[in-house]
């Protein structure tokens, strides 16, 4: 008697451990990694789901971060080019035979848009918000009067990304730019992540979407050091960017001490880092080591840093000036080997000018082609 006694004790034990595994198991299957989606793409919230404590919209969900199948082969691949005196004068009337651009060492016929800007932006303002990033929002906060220095008047759209340790589209494309201006003025703070790859991955789809005409600009402003990302791989990111075309101008602040950035003095970095030699595994340490300057000088951006308010405005200002004052070079590669090529480009006369150009694009003949594989860690913390 005793002993069926027992057994009947483990037995209702048991039953309700298993109901409360089942229960907890539900819980965990309604919480994607990343719940959500964009506005532009908004699903209805499952009934049980509790309302966000905050006004942000919800993070995008894991399959939008993932970077889509490319289907298409490699033909014109476009350089856009900024030429420069270093008083920070931009040289106008440049034609193709001024012009000389090496694509893996190799010469390119070259084809150079007349007007310097010509094209309407799509502009996409990649901010975090995780970590440190609340003391700089007295700064973010300065840049919504800015941001018509990128679009020129009525002629562009800008939408805004904000990230933690998850990307969230908070404002879809929009001429007006009166609702971002809101939003950075009334920015909360997020968590003590800053997945910077996730949210440059996001927000360079975003642009790849925007129509052809466009020109795509990334102003990605955040720490140097990815915190975080668990969707889009160091080795994806180098693959998307060399892939687009789109110019990613980095403004960085430091935790501890800001690095240093003169851009009018033509110290920009942009475009010059990956020139010597950018094999797939020299651009995934040198993303680990500072992803938003990589990303720039992959895509001919330029990178700087910030310490004040004022500095912050003068960044946005010479970054905008010097997106809308770049020679659009294009060119069609005689060499289509998959993967990573350099570029560089030069002035075939001496003008007394620099050049900031991007410094590679990804090839790709191959319909089927996937990402390269994930080395085992694809960001390293920083300090």
Known sequence: MRTETILLSIAGNTSR?????AAISTVCAAQEPFPGEPPSQQQPAP????????????????????????????????????VEKSSGAVIYGLQPKDFTLLDNGVPQSVHVDEELDSSPVSLVICMERGRDAALEFDKFA?????????????????????????????????????????????????DGGAAILDAAGF??????????????????????????????????????????????????????????????????????????????????NAMRRNTPKTLASMSGG??????????FVNRVAEAASHARNRYLLSFRPTDLTPGLHTIKVSLTENYGAHIVARASYWAVNDASASPPAAPAQTAQPGP
């Open 142 to 190: 300065r840049l919504g009067p800015l941001l018509e220095l990128f679009t020129g008047e009525d002629r562009g759209e800008v939408a805004l990304v904000v990230f933690d340790s998850k990307p969230v589209y908070l404002e879809g494309f929009q001429k007006d730019t009166a609702y971002i201006q809101h939003d950075l003025q009334q920015l909360p703070p997020g």
């Open 47 to 82: 009934a049980q789901q509790a309302a966000p404590a905050v006004t942000l919209p919800p993070p995008v969900t894991a399959d939008q971060l993932a970077p889509p199948t490319i289907r298409v082969n490699t033909s014109v691949v476009l350089v856009p080019t900024l």
């Open 203 to 284: 927000s360079i789809g975003l642009l790849e979407g925007r129509p052809p005409d466009h020109r795509r600009v990334l102003l990605l402003i955040s720490e140097s050091r990815d915190h975080g990302s668990r969707v889009v791989t160091i080795p994806e990111l180098v693959q998307r960017i060399g892939i687009s075309n789109t110019l990613v101008l980095s403004l960085t602040f430091s935790p501890a001490v800001a690095e240093l950035a003169d851009w009018g003095k033509g110290n920009t970095n942009g475009g010059t880092e990956l020139n010597i030699m950018a094999p797939l595994t020299m651009a995934i």
């Open 302 to 311: 330029e990178y700087g840093s910030f310490n004040t308010e004022k500095a």
């Open 17 to 21: 451990l298993l109901l409360f595994v």
